[in-house]
């Protein structure tokens, strides 16, 4: 647009005709206009950010961690540059429990962002009430509450996906209600495998008045799981699965989804500690290893494994990525990342990542062995 303004300031209009000036004031006026909305559009994005900033602490920390008794829970929120209405949070309930939130509204931007800021208000103000708040029942009536209070608001086209859950190590339960998340996945210790938890499934919250689901369906249902020690629970919103890229093969083109199959093999490794390549997708270039036989702690290391091989799907990164908590375990997952490299060939040069870096956030509980 720059060279456009400077092509046109550049030209002689005094013998060019009526027609081509009038055409010439008509492109510095839209020049003028896209300047406004991309300055507007700065502005809308400074705002929803100090929105998430004062609702949300977890902008300033992308991987959290903490543990109380016999459960240990971590949550990532993977950075990007687009606004998103996410949401997690893991609250100790005490008795022996914790209590958490994965939410993901609609679209993106500062609407996005103020949705999430509101969900997170009711579940601060729900939990806060102390444990009685956080029964099995307590979580199905903050679920309806939640729903309701959004479709009163009437926020026009939007909704929030939403797990909520109470993981109890006394019991060895952990017990999930979701209004339309991505199911999670639960990793057994006594089996060494990994399964999908099927939920009772409901519409995303702010779709429809809590009367109607009821009556249309069986509402927001709990679903209780068995949680034995060692077993380590795992959530992701949908950003992580529907991650997407552009792969380049003999001229042609196509649109990779990372997919939630994706998730099983990463989860498998990580908890055998084995090794697992990494297909850059690159003409002649070497796979990726990672060797997660010095992973220590399942919760973190799960979390920041799973945005690890998102990154080099997304990304084909041949260097270490700029985010910190990602960066660290890939160095030292990966001595080959952290190690100087050599130049790259000019047909193996890596495409520029994307603008809109995919944001999307996990969590990770284990029950911790005594």
């Known amino acids: 647009m720059r060279l456009f303004e400077e092509f046109i300031d550049n030209e002689d209009f005094a013998s060019i005709p009526r027609r081509k000036r009038a055409l010439r004031e008509r492109a510095l ?3 003028g206009e896209l300047g406004y909305w991309r ?13 998430q900033r004062c609702m949300m602490s977890l902008e300033r920390d992308a991987l959290r961690r903490s543990e109380s008794g016999r459960l240990a829970w971590a949550h990532y929120l993977s ?5 998103s209405g996410l949401h997690a949070k893991i609250v ?4 022996g429990r914790c209590v958490f939130i994965l939410s993901e ?8 962002a103020i949705l999430s800021g509101y969900v997170a ?4 103000y729900h939990v806060a009430n102390g444990a009685g708040q956080t029964t ?14 959004i479709e009163q608001k009437s926020f026009a086209g939007r909704f929030v996906s939403i797990l909520v859950g109470i993981a109890d190590s ?3 339960t952990i017990t999930l209600v979701t209004a339309g998340s991505n199911f999670p996945f639960l990793w057994r210790a006594g089996q060494d495998s990994a399964e999908v938890l099927r939920l009772t499934d409901a519409p995303a919250a702010g779709s429809f008045p809590t009367e109607m689901i009821a009556s249309r369906s069986n509402g927001f249902i709990t679903s209780t799981f068995q949680f034995l020690q060692g077993d380590v629970f795992i959530a992701a919103s949908d950003g992580l699965s529907s991650s997407r890229k552009i792969a380049t093969d003999d001229d042609q083109s196509e649109v990779q989804e990372f997919g939630g199959k994706q998730i099983r093999p990463i989860l498998r490794a990580v908890m055998r500690r084995e090794r697992m390549a990494l297909d850059l997708g690159l003409p002649g270039a070497r796979k990726l290893e990672l060797d997660f036989s010095s992973a220590t702690d399942p919760v973190t290391d799960v979390l920041l494994a799973l945005a690890s091989v998102e990154t080099v799907f997304r990304e084909n990164v041949y260097s270490l990525p700029a985010d910190p908590a990602v960066a660290s375990f890939l160095s030292r997952m990966c001595p080959f990342l952290a190690a100087p490299q050599e130049p790259v060939q000019p047909e193996q040069r890596l495409p520029e990542p994307p603008r809109d870096r995919a944001k999307y956030a996990t969590v990770a509980i284990q029950a911790v062995r005594r």
Request: glycine share 12%; net charge negative.
């Open 39 to 51: 300055q507007r559009n700065r502005a809308d994005h400074a705002l929803g950010s100090d929105v």
């Open 170 to 172: 006394n019991k060895e």
């Open 105 to 112: 509204g609609s679209g993106s931007g500062p609407a996005a």
């Open 121 to 124: 208000g009711i579940f601060d």
């Open 79 to 83: 950075p990007g540059s687009v606004l």
């Open 136 to 149: 099995d029942a307590a979580i199905v009536a903050l679920i309806e509450k939640t729903n309701d209070l």
């Open 29 to 31: 006026a839209f020049a």
């Open 92 to 95: 100790e309930a005490g008795d």
